[in-house]
């Protein structure tokens, strides 16, 4: 099955400053990488996603990367701003009846 | 449209008890997946219900098990519960890729 490894587990960062969190994924298959956020106390939601018919996609001060060779796909955050501050999900998914396999989350802390 | 609403929201049990928790989709949603979510694991997966049938399912013992009606409502059973039951437990509908989650259900085991 799919494995999904998460990097780095927590981050702290200065307001203002950029921030990027790293995915690997195994299953080649995989066509949908979905990002979530969650912040303290709420549920998972969705910021952004990406299909591997896409390398690149960006929504305002978030963007996300993806590298189907490598296999690796990043969200990247600019200007962080302490309402940043949250636990973010990278998944992976084939789509169609697959369930997306989730990384283990990396907690951003973006200092005022 | 109306969000994925879980009940209850807060629930106390013991040890060897057992407990359901109930999972309301967003309306036309047919997919209903439920997670345990714990500090440092991440969110694991449980089960997929999708027209009342499970498609899919996680690493868990049977002592959990789930099942969906045809209004694609959905509840999960733990049996027998054991003090690393504790979690928060959150469901999720889709209608093709994208997941919304639920609010969660937090189940303390004493």
């Known amino acids: 099955g799919e494995n999904v490894e998460q990097h780095p587990s927590t981050l702290s960062v200065q307001e203002g400053d950029s921030a990027v969190i790293k995915c690997t994924y195994s299953?080649?298959?995989?066509?949908?990488f979905p990002w979530y956020k969650q912040e303290l106390g709420k549920r998972p939601q969705l910021i952004i996603d990406i299909r591997s018919n896409v390398g690149e996609k960006k929504d305002q001060r978030i963007a996300v990367t993806l590298n189907k060779t490598a296999k690796h796909f990043s969200l990247h955050i600019t200007e962080t701003q302490p309402e940043d501050s949250a636990v973010y999900f990278c998944a992976a998914s084939r789509g169609g009846s697959y369930i997306p396999t989730f990384g283990r989350g990396t907690s951003l802390i973006v200092h005022p | 449209k109306a969000g994925v609403t879980q009940t209850p929201r807060y629930l106390i049990k013991t040890r060897g008890q057992q407990v359901t928790l109930s999972c309301s989709p967003i309306s036309g949603h047919r997919s209903v997946s439920w997670y345990q979510q714990t500090p440092g694991q991440g969110l694991q997966f449980l089960f997929e219900?999708?027209?009342?049938?499970?498609?899919n399912k996680g690493n868990f013992p049977g002592r959990f098990s789930g099942r969906q009606f045809s209004n694609s409502r959905s509840e999960m059973n733990v049996s027998t519960l054991e003090l690393g039951d504790s979690a928060l437990y959150l469901c999720a509908s889709s209608f093709s890729n994208e997941q919304f989650f639920g609010p969660g259900t937090r189940l303390t085991v004493l």
């Open positions: 219900y999708f027209s009342e049938t499970q498609r």
């Open positions: 299953d080649s298959a995989s066509n949908y």
